[in-house]
């Protein structure tokens, strides 16, 4: 049974960088695609990245590309989201989840039934 733990929030001022990681047991990441979401209060769950199980097709939400970098590294059993520059407006919980990789590396916004062993989140908050 696949589990993922998210790490690596926390306070950060804007333009600063943070590092997520997202680390998996029970299973391979390998065998699955990966996407990072996000939900700040009040708002829809929002797509942030995703990462093919190959590691060779990633995307990413128009409000992030450019600023966050996704990868993974199987050694580690670990997908990393390097976000930098970051801005106010990244404030939310982060969250990682798998789908299979039938299902494409796409970015999900809202609901998200085809995704699996989501984490706990790790909060993400930008402030100066």
């Known amino acids: 049974q696949l589990q993922l733990v998210e790490s690596g929030g926390g306070l950060v001022q804007p333009g600063g960088s943070l590092r997520l990681s997202c680390a998996a047991s029970?299973?391979?990441?390998?065998?699955?695609?990966i996407n990072w979401f996000r939900q700040a209060p009040g708002k829809e769950r929002e797509g942030v990245s995703c990462?093919?199980?190959?590691?060779?097709?990633?995307n990413y939400a128009n409000s992030v590309k450019g600023r966050f970098t996704i990868s993974r590294d199987s050694a580690k059993n670990t997908v990393y989201l390097q976000m930098n520059s970051l801005k106010p407006e990244d404030t939310a919980v982060y969250y990682c989840?798998?789908?299979?990789?039938?299902?494409?590396?796409?970015?999900?916004?809202?609901?998200?039934?085809?995704?699996?062993?989501w984490g706990q989140g790790t909060q993400v908050t930008v402030s100066s």
């Open positions: 029970g299973s391979t990441l390998d065998w699955y695609t």
């Open positions: 989840a798998a789908v299979s990789p039938l299902f494409g590396c796409k970015i999900v916004n809202g609901p998200a039934p085809d995704f699996r062993s």
């Open positions: 990462i093919s199980s190959s590691g060779s097709t990633t």
